[in-house]
DNA sequence: GCTCCTCGAGTTCT
DNA sequence: CTCGAGGAGC
């Protein structure tokens, strides 16, 4: 045997620890006491994870002060402070699925030394919410006092303004303890944040990142009235300090007789058999996330059994009996590379900022819309500044803000080109408009090239397999300048093109002539006048019923269309008249475009769905959403975009998303997909 | 003149 | 999907 020296810590270790205590303790102050986080959750975590792993490796490393030893930051000063009777812990954290594992093996294990070895563990279940920790007193069962967390032990005084809180019973329901500390989150619906934020926005005032830090500003008002404007809402799922009652044996049922008492308990909850059904309730909780109405960031695991977990225990700041199972982070913080103008087809320049790739929400993100020019200045997003990035319930990620502090020297404000980048030509921002446009019109090759693409696209012309880099290429080369190019193409030019070989060619030269067979309403879609989307496409197309008749009216004729005014129609009259466009039109229908025509309104509304406005939202299994749209249309129904009182059907597929939300709301009958099928049939008018 | 309803336009990634 | 703005109805 050998003595062994203590292991020395590393100089470079050391610094580092140093480092990480100092800025989890600045980022403490700025979350607690300012309000104001200045990074995400998801990367304070990383720095904690990595101190504590750090003082777990050299155990000389931890200190009495080390910010791992405490739970938060100080609570401000112009609240009254408030000692927690019973302290309020926080919860220790997995990612991965192997740390759900690795806890239920780690409970079985304790309890197992603790002489009471059981099989399989039962765990209550409940979500994670991303909102306030709160403790509310009940004396005689009378709300007396609410505090936050604060640092666990001492919280601040917020009763005035969560007695603001509607779901919060001033009065507990025959309670008959003198004393009952009720646990519970403080949280904000996303609806309710949007709201917030728009008044926010309109009122000059900051907007709140997300529903924690809008819940939070929100209680600390000094003035409750103004808590009493934003919606909180509030789920109980504990219980502190208890008088004169004995707490049921399981967590389970404590919340059952916390829901008893009127207080809110969340639904979304369930009791679950070791590792594999903490799993199952963890991918549940993952599948219904974005149905939810307000935000979690991950399920909670808790033994059920109190007197096991009164045997577990606790370690220095978490119970050993409770785990916080997070979901993938859906904020990242990332830098920005550049800051690129890009060229919309009617001209519109978009900023967007170029990222350095990073995971959020499960995809990589490295580009994101900054929208417009008063958008970047809002935000103040520069080239070189760190960002916090958010993929939220949607898909298209944003940049959230600016981490103003890691703003390199130097960086400079981004200014809106006066140029176009893709042609030079002039950019013009009309006065209290916010988009700036390039005025080169088709002369700019990225306007042709979008041009072309909304032409050939799949509620347009629909040419399968002109996607944008042979339009990049055709353009390019010059073979294509304008939509009646693309049916002057021969097998030789097209597969002289760079990636362009004979099979694909023709597959294209194949696509492009089945495009020549089209309806009129496709075809003035097609063409791209600025106002005329879809739906007013199709009302064209059924109000003129041929070509000739559109070409030929003057505005008072194209007002006479329902949902046609002056802007709509001047636009109109204005492609119209362009010399350039009369030619592409000529020379389409020359190659050959065609579509059934007829003398005017004569193709009135026959079909059994007529008069029926139907809105579309989620997967459907058997058929597209276009399909479906114009199978309805063949029927003589109407598709909209929009939810609203005059919507008569709602089709609902998988995955439906907030516009069958709205349909609730607004009491809109709600079909599937087979009814819809049975409606289009005719068995069922 | 105000308000509600719809449509158009722009955008990300697999 | 969301925002902004055009259209229509009150």
């Known amino acids: ?86 302290p309020m812990l926080s919860l220790n954290n997995g990612l991965a699925e192997s740390d759900a594992i690795a806890f239920d093996e780690r409970v079985r294990d304790l309890l197992a030394k603790a002489g009471e070895p059981v099989e399989t563990v039962t765990y209550a279940c409940e979500l994670k919410f991303d909102g306030l920790a709160m403790s509310l007193r009940y004396v005689d069962g009378v709300l007396e006092l609410a505090a936050t967390r604060g640092d666990g032990t001492v919280g601040e005084d917020v009763t005035p303004n969560v007695r603001t809180i509607r779901s919060v019973p001033l009065r507990l329901k025959d309670c008959r303890a003198p004393v009952v500390e009720v646990r519970g989150e403080v949280l904000m619906y996303r609806r309710d944040l949007d709201r917030l934020n728009r008044v926010q926005r309109e009122s000059g005032e900051k907007e709140f990142a997300n529903p924690r830090n809008a819940a939070a500003g929100s209680l600390r008002q000094l003035d409750a009235r103004i808590t009493a404007r934003r919606r909180l809402h509030f789920f109980a799922y504990g219980i502190g300090q208890l008088q004169g009652a004995t707490e049921p044996a399981t967590h389970s049922a404590t919340l059952d007789w916390l829901q008893q008492l009127g207080m809110p308990v969340c639904e979304e909850r369930a009791t679950a058999s070791g590792a594999d059904g903490l799993l199952e309730f963890y991918r549940n909780a993952g599948a219904r996330r974005a149905d939810l109405p307000y935000d979690i960031d991950g399920v909670v695991y808790k033994v059920d059994s109190l007197r096991a977990q009164r045997l577990l225990g606790f370690v220095s700041r978490a119970p050993r009996f409770a785990l916080a199972h997070k979901f993938p982070p859906q904020e990242a913080l990332t830098q920005v590379l550049d800051i690129e103008v890009q060229v919309g087809r009617t001209g519109a320049l978009t900023p967007v900022a170029r990222l350095a790739p990073v995971a959020v929400g499960g995809v990589t993100v490295t580009n994101a819309t900054l929208h417009n020019e008063q958008e970047v200045a809002r935000r103040d997003v520069r080239v070189g500044d760190t960002v916090i990035v958010r993929r939220a319930g949607d898909v298209i990620p944003e940049v959230v803000a600016v981490v103003l502090e890691r703003r390199p020297a130097g960086a400079q404000p981004f200014r809106m080109p006066e140029r176009c980048p893709v042609c030079g030509s002039a950019v013009e921002r009309p006065e209290q408009e916010a988009v700036s446009r390039c005025t080169g019109g088709l002369f700019c090759p990225a306007q042709r090239k979008q041009a072309l693409l909304h032409f050939a696209g799949r509620r347009a012309i629909d040419i399968d397999g002109l996607g944008e880099r042979v339009v990049d290429q055709l353009v390019d080369s010059g073979l294509v300048r304008s939509a009646a190019d693309l049916y002057r193409l021969d097998q030789a030019r097209l597969a002289a093109l760079d990636r362009m070989g004979h099979k694909s060619a023709s597959n294209l030269l194949e696509a492009i002539d089945r495009s020549r067979g089209t309806t009129l309403d496709r075809f003035i879609f097609a063409l791209g006048i600025r106002h005329v989307g879809e739906a007013t496409a199709q009302a064209l197309a059924a109000h003129f019923g041929n070509l000739k008749a559109l070409l030929d009216a003057d505005e008072t004729r194209l007002l006479e269309v329902s949902d046609i005014g002056p802007v709509v129609a001047r636009s109109i009259r204005h492609f119209l008249d362009e010399a350039h466009n009369r030619e592409v039109i000529t020379a389409l229908r020359k190659a050959g475009v065609h579509w059934p025509e007829t003398s005017g309104a004569a193709a009135r509304d026959r079909g059994r769905l007529s008069g029926r406005t139907f809105v579309l939202t989620g997967t459907l299994e058997g058929l597209t959403r276009t399909e479906a749209a114009d199978r309805i249309a063949a029927a003589g129904g109407r598709v909209s975009s929009s939810v609203s009182k005059k919507t008569d059907f709602v089709v609902a597929g998988e995955e439906a998303g907030t516009k069958l939300a709205r349909a609730r709301e607004l009491g809109v009958h709600v079909i599937d997909e087979a009814e819809l099928l049975r409606m289009l049939d005719g068995s069922n008018p």
Request: net charge negative; no cysteine.
């Open 1 to 86: 045997m050998e003595r062994v020296s203590k292991a020395e810590v590393p100089e470079a270790v050391r610094q580092r620890a140093q480092w990480l205590r100092a800025e989890i303790e600045r980022h403490n102050t700025a979350y607690y006491v300012q309000d104001a986080p200045l990074i995400p959750d998801s990367e304070f975590d990383r720095l904690f994870a990595e101190l504590q792993d750090l003082e777990a490796r050299y155990p000389q490393l931890a200190s009495v002060d080390s910010p791992t030893l405490r739970v938060g930051g100080a609570p401000r000063s112009d609240l009254p402070p408030v000692r927690h009777a019973v």
